[in-house]
């Protein structure tokens, strides 16, 4: 049976690798140090839920020649043993006379020359995920090394999905949509919203989902207010649009869409939206390519919203997805990084049906050289409705 | 009905500010700046499965007198308007070309006075969750304000639950014990590991978690091996001992526990380390109290094992617990934390049975005035056994 520690053949890995060093070369970056769980993940293979633990940090270095080099606690030593990283230097972690730091440090001269650049994700979208205090040591021991910005370097590599990512991204975009299918059977009026989640979860564990990271959703009459906040016990009643939102996961890659149902007959007003929303999805589908940028895309969904006689809902309408809920770019009015080939985007138009009501609306695609390929299965053309 | 956004009377966050308060009048800090969720949340009430995107980041100042200040995306300011929080401010994001330093650092120094420090966590098991090279414009903007380790400062509150928080724990940890009660339902020989993961996490939904953090396991003839990796698809035999443990949420607080089943009757080493384990665990539970160190609890839990024959594991055996899966001090040789009425402990006692397979028992504690007091469901005396 397949190593589910290594998810991919080695060569996916190795070519991750060398699209990195070549970035890197680019760029004038001698080494990265990656310290988060997509990014350590997409070098190595290393996949685990003990991220959640905030206890340790992990880290991978990557040398502009060479293989990586994991620097991280005993704990994960067999799991990293399985993936195909040979250069594995282990302490005992948590531990507040051993940081770590020292050992990193040790695997960042091995491979940096004194002149050498250290590059870390430092920019929009991006996390440290380490002690403070220990980077700051880490500046220390590595001087003069410096240590630069490596957000673009990375970014630039990672957000072209290869064919077995996006294989995987279309299998969990799959999985939640028979989650998804299953809505009406659990929803009903007099359910209350957090039961509603509960079992929006156990419809994605059934379907096939490993875990379910992200689940939002908002119910309310003819539309919802903010599409962030934990469910409440108010039960659904005629009237009300449900929205449901996943970043369920399966080997490590998420998908990111939403699904709205009537809770009896919709009003008018909830129906134009649908009907805008999915018309104006429709339209950008189709002319979403490579060569433009994010920017663009956002005005294109904006416009095609207001042809539809609806008004554009504030913030972004779409992101990057992959290894983790949302990923750069935006497809937002102020991001001009430039769509490629193997992007993997939600587009998320949302609008405004009244002051503090909305709708969402939202799909993944892949981009293709000319053109956009759906990975989750397209939303109904007319809002279900879940009759009593 | 409660309004889940709060989860709290304002009063429980209004006190854990004022501890927090005295706390940096003691460590000569004048203002506090939280950027991670269970930072964000215990001060404000903000709870949103939304921190799994790392688009945004979200700040929480606390001031040392007067209200907390949050600076905050736009999308979070229908539910932060929610909590007890007045002072919101909110800029549009992700923005390449507006990070929300600027309102942070307004934020900063409306608090703080120039020759004030801010306190921001960078040690040991915290993380500064904010993009790197927005900390180095803010130490800019603040300037001459100096920026300092509150570490110590925000542990030697948090790690004090209150009534409130311990009644929280309290019920996830039952929510998980129903769970586990309902294993061998559905974990038997032929089932591969990773549908009893999904079958386990449903149980947990179905029993009452909001959601599932963290679910971990391994199964093994007569023990297991790490037990960080995801599971595979190997299906449980005869003689596998099947561990599960899960990190469930409910009003944002984790529960962090394990069992063991034998699938099929045990082998005498299976047996015997599960005795040990649990006869180790039943003396530190009438042992452990304030005062002691969190060396001193590792100390009296190998002791424990040893003289039931067990030979202990390596690596921390235990740890702190509340609005993260772990939390400091580490029950490990090293960490001389001094342990105090309010802390929630795991105690996570592991035994080698051979090279490469062990057994962890675990479970949850809050420390009395001169006791501990359980809070999960106590593991039985004798393995389950699964039958086929």
Redesign the interface.
Known sequence: ?????LIFPADEYQQRTARLQRSMDQNGIDALLLT?APDVFYVTGF????W????RPWYVVVPSHGEPIAVIP??????IQ?TWIKDIRTW?A??????GVALLSDALRDVVSERGCIG??????????????D??ELEKTVTPRTLV?A?ACVQRVRERKSEAEIAKLRHICNVAGQAFDTVPSFAATGVGL?QV??EF??AC??A?????????GAAGQGGY??V???????PLVAGDVLMLDT?AVCDGYFCDFDRNYAIGPPGDAAARAYDALWQATQEVLGTITPGQRACDAHQMLCDALVRQGAEPG???LG?GLGL???E?P?I?A???TELVEGMVLTLEPSAIIAPGKIMVHEEVVVLRSDKAELLSPRAPAQMPVILP
Chains 1, 2 share one sequence.
């Open positions: 049976m397949a190593d589910r520690s988060t996949l685990t839920r003990f959640e633990s905030p206890a005993t704990i994960g030593a067999d799991l399985r005992q948590p531990n507040p006379r051993e940081s870390v994700p430092m920019g929009l979208e991006t996390q440290l995920r380490m002690p403070l205090a980077y700051f910005d957000t957090d989640f509960a979860q156990i564990l059934c096939g989902a490993d875990w379910i990271s992200y689940v939002a207010g903010d962030i906040s934990p469910a409440d016990a108010r970043g504030g913030g972004r992101h983790s809920l949302t750069w935006s937002s102020v991001d001009e």
